[in-house]
């Protein structure tokens, strides 16, 4: 959603942008175009291979971005080490990119069998194969109920992965989820019968939701009076979380410019039907007077 992301970011000349998950550097590009490349972009993003990917992507604008490989948890500490104040705007683009689906040996798709990592950052001690076969049963329900939205089966599903320990690859995690739905479900199911499951261990290995309440709480701080803060979500739980954490700041730190979540055009879902669940709010730093 890079032109949607751009309405609402509105990239000003001189300007200065933290992109806090900065992929292979589509929306700092844009960014950066929209500016004729006169503004400053701050890129992060706890995947190596995907800074790689980004350095590439913009060299013809070396001279206006600065990356570093770490997590938007961090843009603060950066910020204060480049001795940046304030900035005009952050972006957010939230979830697994299609760069680490497709990423050899990753673990975050259940398309192939490979071993269960689903981290993302190879610093991170705590791997999917870690939350597998050492959570506790209820802890592992708890997981699944709430970060898979698995409402009806999360018990079925934890109850067969402690059974079938250790799991050691995600061919393992699908067989144990296969076995504890029943099979007209997974019949009746649009998506893989594993999807939820999947993103709720993704979930819990990465902190995300965590990460992403405590960020956002500390953002509008680090923005000017109309800097603007944009975030695309692709599951219910992240939209809920940045909605609610919105909500809390309204009117005292931020003025909300999305009553409603945009969700992608037409055009977009042609041509990237991955973007179909993604939903973008944003919101403005209210006038500190």
Do not use: W
Not at 15 to 31: N, Q
Not at 35 to 58: P, Q
Not at 181 to 191: C, F, G, N
Not at 205 to 233: A, F, H, Q, W
């Amino acid at each position: 959603m890079v032109h949607e992301a751009l309405h609402y970011l509105l990239p000003e000349k001189n300007g200065i942008y933290v992109d806090g998950t900065l992929g292979e550097g589509k929306h700092t590009l844009a960014i950066l175009e929209a500016t004729h490349g006169n503004c400053k972009v701050i890129g992060l993003d706890l995947d190596r291979e995907a800074l790689d990917i980004a350095e590439s992507n913009l060299r013809n604008h070396s001279g206006s971005v600065e990356l570093f490989e770490a997590s938007f948890s961090d843009f603060d500490s950066i910020l204060r080490s480049l001795a940046i104040e304030k900035v005009n705007g952050i972006l957010l683009d939230l979830g697994v990119s299609t760069l680490q689906l497709k990423g050899v040996d990753r673990g975050f798709s259940y398309e192939r069998d490979e071993s269960l990592d689903m981290r993302m950052s190879s610093r991170n001690p705590v791997t999917a194969r870690r939350v597998l076969n050492e959570y506790p049963e209820g802890e592992l329900s708890r997981i699944i109920f709430e970060f898979g939205d698995e409402k009806r089966f999360a018990r079925r599903i934890s109850r067969q992965i402690v059974r079938r320990r250790p799991l050691e690859t995600t061919g393992d995690l699908v067989s144990a989820v296969r076995n504890a739905l029943p099979s007209e479900e997974i019949r009746r199911r649009k998506r893989h019968f594993a999807t939820r499951t999947f993103q709720a261990v993704r979930i819990e290995v990465n902190k995300e939701i965590e990460t992403l309440e405590k960020t956002l709480s500390r953002m509008p701080e680090y923005l000017k009076d109309g800097g603007k803060l944009v975030v695309i979500s692709f599951h219910s739980l992240e939209d809920r979380t940045v909605k609610n954490k919105f909500r809390e700041m309204k009117d005292s730190e931020l003025k909300i410019l999305t009553k409603k979540p945009v969700t992608p055009s037409e055009r977009e879902l042609v041509s990237n039907p991955r973007s179909r669940s993604a939903k973008l709010r944003a919101a403005e730093r209210i006038s500190r007077g």
